[in-house]
């Protein structure tokens, strides 16, 4: 029985000679693997359709195991995505995250239309680091790990100087700084900046302006967080945190 789905593709691995197979994700399903004949032939009529970022609609046959792609139409390429290392290595990292933080045929409509729009907005030229940021912070939710961002962990106080505890998973007021001596003290604004990200909607993102002191203290904040609780390691992230060094 043949299927449709809306779908971004978010790994491809080559199978064969000739073949290759692609993840989706999708909004109608979740994450799916299916099997795209001949499409590593240049007269493929999936050699332009079956790569990474691509956006359309999907027709397959579903089976128990990797199903079998009938029709590929192109909707969005991400063109700029895929055509500057620098927004590659964003977008690959995005997609990783989503592919390792998700199980297949779990639908999730939220994920789908949060990736699709931060595709959207680096394509469009939108500031890649500060929506990287932006989605690290919402992927906390998926992977089940969200911080304590509202108030003190220890003793509730949502009012006052804040320092952001790995160990306590959350913000501690200065009350508490003496339960965790490895505190992150938080740069101003970085954790408006935080709750922000956590609580606004994906599609009334506007173009947030952020300087670069508060950047790299999100990054380092969030990167620590992450090795602490998600026990992701991922190559896209390494690649990425070699290309952020050699700078523009």
């Known amino acids: 029985m043949l299927q449709k789905a809306e779908g971004i593709i978010i790994r491809t691995n080559d199978y064969g000679e000739s073949n290759k197979i692609i993840t989706l994700f999708t909004r109608e399903h979740g994450k799916l693997a299916l099997m795209a004949k001949?499409?590593?032939r240049p007269k493929s009529r999936f050699a332009s359709s079956a790569q990474l970022f691509i956006y359309g609609t999907f027709i397959f046959h579903q089976s128990k195991g990797v199903g079998t792609l009938n029709q590929a139409d192109l909707t969005e390429s991400f063109r700029e995505v895929r055509s500057d290392l620098m927004l590659?290595?964003?977008g690959a990292y995005m997609v990783e995250i989503v592919d390792k933080l998700t199980e297949d045929r779990q639908r999730n409509p939220f994920l789908f239309e949060l990736l699709f729009q931060m595709l959207t907005r680096i394509n469009e030229g939108d500031d890649s680091e500060v929506l990287v940021r932006m989605f690290e912070t919402?992927?906390?939710?998926?992977?089940g790990i969200t911080p304590m961002l509202d108030a003190c962990v220890n003793c509730g106080r949502q009012e006052g100087t804040f320092a952001f505890s790995v160990k306590e998973a959350g913000i501690i007021c200065s009350s508490c700084y003496d339960i965790d001596p490895?505190?992150?003290?938080?740069?101003?604004?970085?954790?408006?900046?935080?709750?922000?990200?956590?609580?606004?909607?994906?599609?009334?993102?506007g173009n947030i302006k952020v300087k670069p002191e508060t950047?790299?203290?999100?990054?380092?904040?969030?990167?620590?967080?992450?090795?602490?609780y998600s026990g992701l390691r991922l190559k896209s992230k390494r690649f990425l945190d070699q290309m952020e060094k050699m700078g523009p």
């Open 38 to 40: 001949g499409a590593k």
């Open 88 to 90: 590659t290595a964003y």
């Open 138 to 143: 919402k992927m906390l939710q998926v992977a």
């Open 182 to 205: 490895y505190r992150i003290e938080v740069v101003p604004g970085a954790l408006k900046l935080l709750r922000l990200f956590h609580y606004l909607d994906v599609n009334r993102i």
């Open 215 to 228: 950047k790299k203290h999100l990054k380092h904040l969030l990167e620590v967080y992450y090795d602490e």
